[in-house]
């Protein structure tokens, strides 16, 4: 793990600054992970890690690390993560770094807080965005959403005792989407015994991707009625707590990279970016990657993170 501080923290919520050289000037990257995933994956092992790429690049990284929630996490609903904490870390990660802003950098869900944070938060300093695997289409990512969809599932069937969704809950929905990947995964795993180097990074990545954490209930009751049966934000605007965020106010450039071969979100499910970010200079860099080839693996450090480190360096 690259040496990092704790530089902000609210309640569970934890921005971290990775150790480097001081980088005087250069606008601060903050990464954002999805709700229910751990973001150590953007750091995952020397050799595949996309906190060492950027450094390497010369940028100034800090990570925002949700936490695992807890009971009393349950209420916490889209609201507290994209109007309260996004913008007092984003803003600690500005005075920190003694920037003027920040670039966004989310992952899968935390693409679309990213984005809906900035749309709703003009004030905050926010100088560009990228955005990975961005899931707007939400309705048919995998069996459990079309179903929510459809009414034959409801929200409160998922969530237990605490007032989350369990991570067991969490990882088996992920898991139906594509039902051989444990056969995928014996076949790579077979592939790599003879290698010391690959098949510890196979072990590194599987292990992260059964490593997931509780959805917070609130927060999965919304993304379900609004989001994945009211069909936000393909109208162009989402609710978000009492108001309603429209994504054509995100006015920063933005990269869209989307993963050819990615089955947790396929392209379809992030093309009408194109359209929500009415006002926003978009770019879309479509990849020959899965989900988490995206920024791990050999071909994500020689064409995918270079891609966006490229596009990040011509905005300077």
Known sequence: MTPSSEVWRRDNVVLYRYHGEERAGMVPIVLVMSLVTKPYVFDLRPGSSLVQDLLDAGHDVFLLDWGIPEPVDAHNGIDRYTDHYLPRAVEAAACVAQSADVTLFGYCMGALLALLSTAGN???????IVALATPVKLRDLSPMTTML?????????????????????VMESLRIVKPTAP???????????????????????VGWSND??????????????DYIAGGAPLGGTAPVGDRIVSLGDVRCP????????????????????????????????VLPAGHAGLFIGRQARTKCVPSIIEWLAGLT
């Open 183 to 205: 056969l995928a995964t014996y076949s790579n795993l077979w592939q790599s015994l003879a290698d010391d180097e690959a098949l510890s990074a196979h072990n590194a990545l």
């Open 149 to 169: 969809a459809e009414g034959r599932l409801r929200p409160d069937d998922l969530v237990d005792e605490t007032g989350n969704v369990p991570a067991s809950l």
């Open 254 to 285: 933005v990269l869209s990279v989307v993963g050819a071969k990615d089955h947790l979100v396929p392209p379809e499910a992030s093309a009408p970016l194109a359209e929500l970010l009415s006002n926003a200079d978009l770019t879309t860099l």
């Open 212 to 225: 997931h954490i509780p959805f917070p209930g609130t927060a999965f009751r919304q993304l379900a009625t």
């Open 122 to 128: 003009p004030q905050m300093p926010v100088r560009n």
